[in-house]
């Protein structure tokens, strides 16, 4: 009996430990000296394992945050436009071939040492892969040599001419020698505090930043995946600031501010060229005609979105068509005609498969709009949605390339019209659908190699008129982006970019 | 002791068993860890090199026996998605999880037992009728939904919490129980509402025994028989169902932390799931299991000190 009673008794110690030994406790005293705001903002998946920059792999939501954290020597505004960050100005060479760039004094790090003119050479020739012969950034794989012409100027020399280049100068600047899987060290409005998978990243007001310090003293981001428990957040106070919601679940935030705006990315059904049956054009054009996006938008998202036509949003001013959005106007007995030219009808009808990423909404519901829309053709399209989660949906459908046909957004990492077109060029890796396109090519070509603004606008519609013509893919919308905050939150401003610019939110008590 | 021993065995070689089952459910399934870490620089070439790099390209038992010997001595491996160790990925979110699991556990307990007696007690009266209705609801309701109306009400309405609100144990240990108690509680109550019915049957069925004859007739009154004679043999199943419910607890929370947006092991699992990180979601795995096994261990353990004729060999 006492062994018995003893062993009971040593298990019991043992379970206690178990779960007191968890919880080491560390008190983080406030200090509170600052007297300032710490903004929670809900995000709806964890960042990217590598918070590295030069990393090109990096998923939209970790460019979004790390927006806040890393600066290049040019940054985007909320209009579109270059504005010089840790560069003051630069100055290009007739040729469009060599760029100068003039460091802005006084530029600190979060470590706290001045930016030279070492720093952005080592930054730019491993964004560049210059040492390794592999760049990192694939917008920079055209940069032949970087170097420091003084302390203060850097001349990067570029292989082929390109009038686009300051685009792609918002890589980020680090310090020399420095390995961003070490320590994440930037110039930023904010600096990097920590992380916890699946939990937060933390990040702190920079308080040496050369512009204009940010009104926060902390900001911490919550993942929460869950769209319900984002909304629950967000009406509980127990978050400041959402991004990237949806009108459905909007309109259960009515108290609190909403601010509309847009996704910019170009959300399709995005078709594989390379197999039937979606190798035959007639085919590709029939679902066109027969897909009334307009009521994919009315329906999947309450009427909020802007309808386009190829492969290019708004956000990018004078390289958007708009005719384009009107391309294929609705029209069931047309889509019919083409089906029954390509041999599909009631008794022979077209079926394929729309594999979707359950983890987006916003395409598993245009998904079914789509499929309701289809079914109504008099029963000679029968499309079925195949849910798969993200990765499987990465590895099989977008690197695998083994799919008929898939819902999902295309977006641009700079604002280049390229960053949306060379996707398509025949031989792209990026070109999931497998379009071949010899006049695309050559267009595609031909607005790269031009140095003249006007002329590369027109070959670059003329690239979104060959996608339409072709009906590469049943192209849907922009879709709408809803940001919402607690009512003393202000100050959040749109970009036409995936990113989150929190150095201006503001938070009162 | 020889029981405890036998007993300790059979849980070693549990885990063993689980942890191998855990490891080549991955090798089934589809989707490649190198796949989402290459992301838009994916060639097959590189995923063979990064692969080769990760030991990938091993044979399974080879790696298997790795990581077994690295668990044994401390070492749970690297994360395939977090530049991280996955000791450093998991820190703080086991606590929240096992709390979670233990406070949900406890108040099975704290609201079954005594629910379970008073009911046998008034057996056939109104309120026994009403209960055991209700019962009937209580046990359908899944642990999830509870936790949605509880967010409405509790946290909405009656404000009692702030819903997705969270604060570590060591910024405040009450406010993290206190963050604790509602999903323990919607975790809590449909496994109350089975165990209240298990314990009023079993004792009802104890009373039909001819020991409780036998101690009515030395004069016990009802309350007495209960307590000194009917109690100590109807409390058994009981316990050994106790310890069954905690693999359901367990379960339940990683659903419920998704509801309450706690930072616990369950969306850490679900994400690694998606991310093919095969160390942590293995890592995971083993612990849920040891601590499911772990607790039968007790249970039998504890079975053993009610009821001394349990014994093995």
Redesign the interface.
């Known amino acids: 009996?006492t062994?018995?009673?003893l062993?009971?008794a040593l298990?019991?110690v043992m379970?206690a430990a178990?779960?007191i030994g968890?919880?080491?406790?560390?008190?983080?005293a406030e200090n509170g000296s600052t007297g300032d705001a710490e903004l929670i903002v809900?995000i709806a998946a964890?960042l990217?394992?590598?918070l590295d920059p030069h990393?090109?792999?990096?998923?939209a939501g970790t460019r979004e945050v790390l927006f806040n954290i890393y600066e290049g020597l040019l940054k985007p505004d909320t209009e579109g436009n270059l504005v010089p960050a840790v560069a003051e100005d630069y100055t290009v060479s007739e040729a469009a071939d060599q760029y100068t760039f003039t460091l802005r004094e006084g530029v600190r790090f979060h470590d706290g040492s001045e930016v030279t003119a070492g720093d952005v050479v080592y930054s730019l020739t491993r964004a560049a892969g210059l040492d390794t012969g592999e760049p990192l950034m694939?917008t920079l794989a055209n940069v032949a040599g970087v170097e420091a012409a003084d302390d203060k100027t850097v001349v990067v020399t570029l292989s082929t001419p390109d009038v686009e280049f300051p685009a792609y100068m918002t890589a980020a600047i680090i310090p020399e020698g420095s390995d961003p899987?070490d320590g994440i060290v930037g110039t930023g409005p904010f600096r990097y505090v920590s992380r916890?998978?699946?939990?937060?990243i933390v990040m702190e007001r920079f308080e040496d930043y050369w512009g204009e310090k940010a009104r926060c003293a902390k900001v911490t981001f919550?993942?929460?995946?869950?769209g319900?428990?984002?909304v629950?957040?967000?009406?509980?106070?127990?978050?400041d600031l959402a991004a990237h919601l949806e009108a459905s679940q909007v309109a259960e935030l009515a108290d609190l501010t909403v601010l509309e705006g847009s996704m910019n990315l170009v959300q399709a059904v995005y078709l594989n060229n390379a197999q039937p049956p979606f190798d035959e054009p007639l085919v590709r054009q029939a679902l066109c005609y027969g897909v009334d996006k307009q009521m994919v938008i009315d329906l999947a998202g309450d009427g909020h979105g802007f309808a386009v036509g190829s492969s290019m949003y708004p956000a990018f001013g004078k390289y958007f068509d708009a005719e384009l959005t009107d391309f294929y106007q609705p029209d069931a007995q047309k889509a019919l005609e083409l089906l029954a030219q390509a041999g599909y009808d009631a008794a022979h009808p077209l079926a394929f498969t729309i594999t979707v990423p359950s983890?987006y909404t916003p395409h598993v519901d245009a998904a079914q709009v789509v499929v309701n829309l289809l079914d109504q053709l008099g029963g000679a399209v029968k499309a079925e949605i195949q849910q798969v989660?993200?990765?499987?949906w990465?590895?099989?459908v977008y690197?695998g390339r083994q799919f008929e046909a898939t819902v999902c957004g295309m977006d641009a990492s700079t604002l280049t019209a390229s960053a949306m077109l060379s996707r398509f060029v025949s031989d792209s890796?990026?070109n999931f659908i497998g379009f071949v396109n010899a006049d695309y090519d050559a267009a595609y070509a031909a607005a790269l190699a031009t140095e003249d603004d006007a002329e590369q606008v027109a070959r670059f519609r003329d690239c979104q008129s060959i996608l339409a013509q072709q009906a590469a893919n049943v192209y849907i919308q922009d879709l709408a982006d809803f940001v919402v905050m607690q009512p003393n939150v202000t100050g959040y401003r749109f970009y036409p970019l995936y990113v989150m610019d929190l150095g201006c939110v503001e938070k009162t008590a | 002791?020889r029981y405890?021993l036998k007993k300790t065995g059979v849980l070693l070689v549990t885990l063993l068993l689980i942890s191998l089952l855990a490891f080549l459910a991955f090798q089934i399934i589809?989707?490649?860890p190198t796949?989402?870490?290459?992301?838009?620089?994916?060639?097959p070439e590189r995923a063979a090199a990064l692969r080769h790099e990760m030991g990938l390209d091993r044979n399974v038992f080879v790696r298997y026996w790795d990581w077994l010997t690295g668990f044994v001595t401390g070492d749970m491996g690297a994360?395939?998605?977090?530049?991280?160790r996955v000791a450093e990925?998991m820190?703080?979110?086991?606590?929240v999880t096992?709390?979670l699991s233990?406070m949900a556990w406890l108040l099975v307990i704290a609201i079954s037992v005594p629910l379970g007696i008073a009911l046998a007690r008034w057996q056939g009266r109104r309120i026994d009728r009403v209960f055991v209705a209700m019962n009937q609801v209580f046990m359908a309701i899944p642990p999830f939904f509870l936790g949605?109306v509880f967010?409405y009400v509790f946290?909405?309405v009656l404000k009692l919490f702030?819903?997705?609100?969270f604060v570590r144990?060591?910024?405040s240990?009450w406010g993290f129980l206190g963050y604790l108690a509602f999903p323990a509680l919607a975790i809590a109550i449909p496994k109350a509402a089975m165990v209240t019915k298990l314990l009023r049957s079993s004792i009802l069925d104890q009373m039909d025994e001819d020991y409780v004859r036998t101690a009515y007739s030395r004069g016990n009154s009802r309350w007495g028989v209960l307590r000194g004679h009917v109690l100590r043999n109807a409390i058994l199943p009981v316990v050994t169902f106790l310890a069954m419910t905690l693999a359901d607890i367990v379960a339940g929370s990683i659903i419920v932390e998704?509801?309450?947006?706690l930072?616990g092991l369950g969306?850490?699992l679900?994400?690694s799931i998606?991310?093919?990180d095969y160390p942590v979601v293995q890592c995971i795995v083993v612990i849920i299991a040891a601590l499911v096994v772990?607790m039968n261990?007790?249970a039998d353990?504890?079975t053993?000190?009610i009821d001394?004729r349990i014994r093995l060999g």
Request: hydrophobic share 35%; proline share 6%.
């Open positions: 009996m062994k018995r009673i062993t009971l298990t019991l379970t178990l779960f968890g919880g080491q406790s560390a008190w983080a809900g964890d990217d394992s590598s990393v090109s792999s990096s998923s694939a899987a916890s998978p699946q939990e937060n919550r993942v929460i995946e869950d319900q428990t984002m629950m957040s967000l009406r509980s106070g127990a978050i983890n989660e993200w990765a499987t990465y590895s099989d690197q890796p990026k | 002791m405890v589809p989707g490649d796949a989402k870490l290459l992301g838009n620089d994916y060639t994360s395939y998605s977090y530049g991280m990925v820190e703080g979110k086991g606590v096992a709390a233990l949605i967010t946290g909405l702030v819903p997705g609100g144990p060591q910024e240990f998704q509801v309450f947006a930072p969306r850490l679900l994400a998606g991310n093919r772990f261990y007790l353990v504890v053993q000190t001394p």
